[in-house]
């Protein structure tokens, strides 16, 4: 097995961040930060979630998290609720208006990214459309297990 070249490491990170920070700007707009975005979208596709379980999964601290939260509560967008077997814990839960800001900024970036990808040359895009399979692995590599 060929030694990862830490140079093209190093390369592909600093890539990787860049266009997720366009895509975020691009495509959020001032409506949400970052971490409301990502918090907002881990609701939506994990369902009803323990504030501790989210914590784990965002990586945050459960104090800070309990303040996104509450700022996702606040416009509407998710519902934090009395867990059903603990009434000393909450869950947080997605509203329909929540999951429709996720899914029109998710579609926007999408878009934008489509159309970036179609300025390339082809075999790039490919190349590029073909390692997002690769990408999905990776991730989950680093988080432990699939996503």
């Not at 190093?10 to 930060?33: I, N």
């Not at 997605?94 to 996720?102: K, N």
Request: glycine share 10%.
């Amino acid at each position: 097995m060929t030694p990862v070249n830490t140079e093209d490491v190093a390369r592909l990170r600093s890539a990787l961040g860049r266009t997720s920070r366009w895509l975020d700007r691009s495509s959020r707009g001032g409506d949400l930060s970052r971490s409301q975005m990502s918090i907002l979208g881990t609701v939506v596709r994990r369902g009803p979630l323990g504030i501790g379980e989210l914590a784990d999964i965002e990586g945050v601290n459960p104090t800070m998290l309990s303040r996104v939260v509450a700022k996702l509560d606040e416009q509407g967008l998710v519902e934090r609720r009395v867990h059903p077997q603990d009434r000393r814990a909450a869950t947080v839960e997605v509203t329909e208006p929540g999951r429709e800001v996720f899914l029109r900024i998710r579609a926007e970036g999408t878009r934008l990214l489509a159309a970036s990808l179609e300025a390339l040359p082809e075999d790039q895009r490919e190349t590029l459309l073909s390692s997002a399979a690769a990408l999905e692995t990776l991730l989950g590599v680093v988080e432990g297990g699939p996503r």
